[in-house]
């Protein structure tokens, strides 16, 4: 049959391309109808690190890729003020490069396959301009979690109503996505920032104007949020994952020697008895904090693997770097340094997330909540003590913890840049409940973990939402059922 032709759009950030990219893979091997294309701006790929050459090498010819020409950044003073602006600005600025390649790919001639819809990144929503003026159809990507896409999609709503940003002194706000009030010292810091709030008010009226969301979750991890969607005012909402990255492809900065350290550790540890403590691609902490953590490690008393990660020089505008040992030493407690050399416990820069989570000899995990995390600590069984640091994973958290009950409570809100600082105490607290074997969260993760991947065989919820979802692209009718019809089976069994 005549392919299908997709263009995915994904904004910079690794979490965002790592998710879309996985997303493509299966819906090509559900469908081989489809041709896809991914357009990758310079920020989103660079191509020197080995991270990226990893990850593009481990995609096989069904997925193209292609480069758009550079563009003119945006003035480093919005990254720091408001990365949000900074990212919507750099991928508006791609808009006459995508309609360029948009209009090329049409007019490339009888044999190509047509396109049948844009596949954007929530951070691309001026991008459905260039679909409309195509007649193309528009599909929302979005990597995070259901309750947090509800709460974008009503914030024009609350713009009609309070006319300005969040406030952390503003009473609680009602979202539909969420079950219970969300506290305004939990919003994100973009909603906290006059620019930030506009910006994202504005992404959030133009999710509408798509022709479907597809979001990286699954009907039984959020009945309530994605039933919120049956309100005659939003597109169809197709709940496709968890999409992971389970190759840990997509993040290979440990190099050979760091990787092999790292596991044969792990191998020699007990079953279940190590916490693991690691905070995304941009998390880390420096200082007065660090030695909080080794404080709380040590007199928690469990085996521990920590990724820590130390921060960028003041005011620079770049990712965390590792930590040399001659920094760790200056900064350690030495009780601590001798529990590491005693090999009780060990200290490393970036970690294979992935394969630490899968390891036996893990138990819990200490994390920031970015969603991709949250999917994965799910998959393996592993329960969350909940340590936000940025984005929306302060929302994460509080979903995870009064929402689900799937997570231990440390912290539901963070500022490390408001001279905020997590105890030893705390920390200690948060281990010790993660870490008992008999905790009621532990039992929910891993009944959780069974429904992850249910909901990806033949018949599960994500599963069918995906066969609705190629049905709408292919343009086949299917009046049987609309997709969150099913799920609100499941949220009525719940």
């Known amino acids: 049959m005549k392919k299908a032709g997709l263009i995915f ?18 819906l090509l091997e559900r ?42 950044l945006p003035p480093a003073e919005v990254y720091k003020e408001a990365p949000e602006v900074f990212i919507t600005d750099y991928m508006d600025s791609h808009k006459p490069h995508v309609r360029d390649f948009v209009a090329k790919t049409i007019n490339s001639g009888p044999n190509s396959a047509p396109v049948v819809g844009l596949v954007l990144d929530l951070f691309c929503t001026s991008m459905i301009d260039v679909a409309n003026e195509r007649d193309i159809p528009s599909y929302l990507f979005y ?22 940003e969040f406030m952390k002194s503003d009473p609680e706000t009602i979202f539909p996505s969420y079950k219970n009030p969300f506290p305004s010292t939990l919003a994100p810091p973009f909603l906290l ?3 930030g709030y506009i910006t994202c008010a504005a992404a959030g009226r133009r999710y509408r104007e798509t022709k479907g969301i597809i979001v990286n979750t699954f009907s039984e991890l959020e009945p309530y949020a994605v039933s919120s969607f049956l309100d005659g005012r939003t597109p169809p909402v197709y709940t496709v994952g968890p999409i992971l990255d389970l190759l840990g492809q997509a993040h290979v900065k440990t190099s050979a020697d760091e990787h092999v350290r790292i596991m044969r ?29 080794a404080l709380g490690l040590m007199h928690s008393g469990s085996r521990f693997l920590w990724s820590v990660r130390k921060p960028p020089p003041e005011g620079e505008v770049s990712e965390p770097t590792d930590y040399t040992v001659e920094d760790l030493k200056a900064i350690l407690p030495e009780k601590f340094l001798s529990l590491l050399e005693e090999g009780t416990g060990m200290v490393c820069g970036w970690a294979p997330q992935v394969e630490v989570l899968a390891h036996v000899a893990v138990g819990g995990f200490v994390s920031h909540c970015g969603w991709n995390s949250i999917l994965e600590s799910l998959w393996f069984g592993q329960p969350i003590a909940t340590w936000p640091m ?17 997570a231990v409570e440390m912290r539901l809100s963070y500022d490390k840049n408001g001279g905020d600082l997590v105890t030893a105490d705390e920390l ?67």
């Open 143 to 164: 990597t995070s979690g259901a309750a947090f896409m509800g709460l974008m999609l009503y914030l024009p709503t609350h713009y009609e109503n309070v006319r300005r």
């Open 265 to 293: 550790w792990l191998d020699a540890q007990p079953e279940s008895s190590v916490v693991f403590l690691c905070f995304g691609s941009v998390g880390s902490i420096g200082g007065a904090p660090v030695r909080e953590v």
């Open 428 to 494: 200690k607290e948060a281990i010790t409940s993660l870490m008992d074997q008999d905790n009621e969260v532990r039992r929910r993760v891993k009944e959780m973990a069974t429904m992850s991947r249910r909901a990806l065989t033949e018949g599960g919820s994500s599963f069918n939402s995906l066969a609705f979802l190629i049905d709408d692209m292919i343009g086949v009718s299917n009046s049987s059922m609309h997709p969150l019809n099913l799920t609100h089976r499941i949220y009525e069994a719940h």
């Open 390 to 406: 940025y984005a929306e994973q302060q929302s994460n958290a509080f979903q995870l913890v009064r929402e689900m009950g799937l």
């Open 31 to 72: 469908d081989s109808r489809f041709s896809i294309t991914i357009l990758l701006t310079r920020l989103s790929f660079s191509p020197d690190t080995a991270g990226s050459k990893s990850f593009f090498a481990a995609t096989d010819d069904t997925i193209r890729y292609s480069i758009l020409p550079d563009v003119e």
């Open 9 to 26: 759009i994904p904004a910079l950030g690794a979490g965002h391309l790592v998710s879309m990219v996985g997303f493509a893979r299966r």
């Open 193 to 195: 920032r006059k620019a």
